[in-house]
């Protein structure tokens, strides 16, 4: 538990430092003029005091010099009645002797004025002496004087040597009042020095807790006000005085605050209203944003970022440095402390491939984001764009150039070779050797015209064109694809099957487009089928429905005893310019028919292709196809997509 004395000593420390610097230093001012001036009446009172005190010891020295010479022919001649008489006479005619006492040279007393009763009547009275410097005697010519304070106040005390021809008689000793006109002076001096200081000192007291109440408590509030609304805390008020100069301006500061809340508010607002705009653009588009102060602090980091980058949770605040994957800090350390240099101000633009786990191949654009004037640098830019896809698009493109480049030399080769023979020896030849030439060239026509066909169906498919789905018989589409490859199954000794279900009710299709996907999976089916191998197409209903449209569903499933296909390939398989052969080396094709059969089962007729493959056994694929339900539907697929997106349905 604090003292009072502690808690007093806080009260006045925290009461001086509300006053202002001014207001300290005139107390401070008034302080030292107040010591100064009382200083200065204290030594005039100290030197009028002394001054009475020398005048009080030169009066009581004459006075005993004056009383000793009367009395000294009296003691000399032992006339001590007379000596009482005249002592008497002169003790009670001066008003400033307060005593008179007669010793003898030993200084035993015999004789004093006042003297009490009880001492006249007693004969057994103490003797008393006087107790003077051993030397006294020696200094028979100076009187010695002294002045002591007593309960009824000060006394000037004189000691006179008694002579009578020059023979020494003792001592008197005379003690005198001082001289109450100076005692009265030097009071009053006093007293009123004392008031003037107490008077000073109330009115700096008074005047600073005027000014603390009326000037210095609205200024600090004011002050405190002001270094709030500086701080952004518009909702600060000040108590308003009762009144005086300060009323009218604390009045317009809470006036100004409440406006300053008021546009904060609207600002505020205004501002939550622009940054969820801006959020939401940042976070749904497709590129990664980041943004990076110029300490690399991230500033902002969309969706998309922190997808790419593998990042869970809130990034904002880390160092990019650290934060980014180990290949783009190496790729970007460089580039961004150049940019904060000032050396790189046109931006930079880095193809990066990350490795596992992310696995992907990013670009990133690095751009400076400078102030309004667009000379200093505020942070950086980056956009990150995943363009994995591309990369690999471009490779399939590449290879699919290459590919159809091989396919297209290769037949163009062998026509122009047997053409060429046919014209400059076509008399020479055997007949059969012409027919044989003859039928190479057509067959190599015919490869010609299955890689333009399926270069030129995939642009259909991917075109805006419409195609109508209604009533569909699957047994003629079945019949037809499998007479189509009747000759080379027998060819290769490859045993075609058709299974369909009795009483199989009719789909919703497209006639033309169902045959193409039969013949495309059919023709893969011969191509990894060896001989002596089968290949079946089954269709039945099945027992499961289509719920978007309420309607039972018919499957078709191509099976064959294949070389089967990968796992790893199969996620691809649909894949457009993918081929399997690529892997086994000694088939050809153009890595586009599945990707045929994909757009037309998904996009034309909403539904989904699937397979089921093993290694050495064989491959089945399968799709499922709505029951119809008398209602024709037409489909137009909307080619304004990227060339890497899947088309888009519409329904017309």
């Known amino acids: 538990m604090l003292s009072p004395l502690l808690t007093v000593r806080d009260i006045l420390v925290r009461w001086w430092s509300d006053f202002t610097l001014q207001t300290k230093l005139m107390a401070i001012a008034t302080l030292v003029v107040s010591l100064v001036m009382s200083g200065l009446t204290f030594w005039a009172v100290d030197t009028i005091q002394s001054d009475a005190e020398i005048n009080d010891t030169r009066f009581g020295s004459d006075l005993g010099l004056l009383l000793a010479a009367n009395v000294a022919p009296l003691i000399g001649e032992d006339k001590k009645s007379e000596l009482a ?123 600073a807790v005027f000014n603390a109440l009326t000037i210095t408590k609205p200024i600090r509030e004011l002050l405190n006000g002001v270094k709030n609304i500086a701080k952004g805390n518009f909702q600060q008020r000040v108590d308003l005085p009762l009144g005086g100069e300060f009323l009218g301006l604390m009045s317009s500061f809470n006036e100004m605050a409440e406006r300053l809340e008021r546009y904060q508010e609207q600002n505020i607002d205004e501002l939550t209203s622009e940054k969820a705009k801006l959020e939401t653009l940042v976070s749904t588009i497709a590129d990664g944003a980041i943004l990076l102060d110029t300490d690399f602090q991230i500033l ?37 402390y150049q940019i904060i240099r ?58 699919f150039i290459s590919n159809v480049s091989h396919e297209l030399r290769t037949p163009l080769f062998n026509i122009k070779s047997f053409i060429e023979t046919l014209y400059e020896y076509g008399d020479a030849l055997e007949p059969a050797q012409r027919q044989e030439f003859l039928q190479t060239a057509n067959h190599e026509t015919d490869r010609l015209t299955r890689l333009v066909n399926d270069v030129l169906d995939l642009t259909r498919l991917e075109s805006s064109r419409t195609y109508t789905l209604d009533a569909l018989d699957l047994s003629p589409a079945v019949e037809q694809t499998l007479r189509t490859y009747q000759l080379n199954a027998k060819d290769k000794n490859i045993e075609l099957v058709q299974d369909i279900e009795a009483d199989l009710p009719i789909v919703t299709g497209n006639y033309d487009l169902i045959v193409q996907v039969l013949a495309n999976l059919v023709g893969n089916a011969m191509k990894f089928t060896k001989s002596g191998g089968r290949i079946a197409i089954r269709t039945y209903l099945t027992d499961e429905h289509d719920l978007e449209n309420n309607a039972k569903l018919v499957r078709v499933e191509i099976s064959d005893t294949g070389i089967g296909i990968e796992p790893e390939a199969q996620a691809n398989i649909f894949e457009r310019f993918f081929r399997v052969e690529n892997q ?69």
């Open 300 to 336: 902002l980091a969309n969706s998309t970022a922190k997808r790419i980058f593998g990042w869970d949770g809130s990034i904002e605040g880390e160092n990019a440095l650290y934060a980014l994957p180990t290949a783009v800090q190496s790729e970007l350390t460089r580039p961004l």
């Open 85 to 207: 008489s005249f002592s008497q006479r002169f003790y009670s005619s001066t008003a400033s002797v307060r005593y008179m006492i007669y010793a003898n040279p030993k200084g035993e007393i015999y004789f004093g004025i006042p003297f009490s009763d009880v001492e006249v009547q007693n004969s057994l009275i103490i003797k008393r002496r006087i107790q003077l410097p051993e030397d006294f005697s020696e200094r028979m010519d100076l009187p010695m004087v002294r002045q002591h304070l007593t309960p009824d106040g000060e006394v000037t005390d004189v000691f006179v040597p008694l002579l009578y021809e020059g023979k020494y008689l003792g001592v008197l000793a005379i003690g005198t009042n001082p001289n109450p006109a100076t005692i009265a002076s030097s009071n009053l001096t006093r007293d009123v020095t004392t008031a003037v200081f107490v008077s000073i000192w109330a009115m700096v007291i008074l005047g």
């Open 342 to 399: 000032g050396e790189l101000k046109e931006g930079a633009e880095f193809t990066i491939t990350l490795p596992e786990p992310i696995y992907c191949t990013i670009r990133i654009l690095l751009n400076t984001v400078l102030d309004g004037t667009k000379e200093n640098l505020r942070g950086i830019a980056m956009t990150v764009q995943d363009i994995t896809r591309e990369t690999e698009l471009n490779a399939a493109k590449s290879q």
């Open 584 to 652: 086994v080396h000694t088939l050809e094709g153009t890595g586009l028919g599945l990707s045929i059969v994909r757009n037309i089962i998904q996009e034309k007729h909403r539904s989904q292709v699937n397979l089921i493959s093993e290694v050495g056994v064989g491959t089945t694929f399968w799709f499922d196809l709505n029951v119809y339900e008398n209602q024709p539907l037409d489909v137009t697929v909307s080619n304004s997509q990227a060339p890497d997106e899947s088309p888009v349905l519409q329904l017309s």
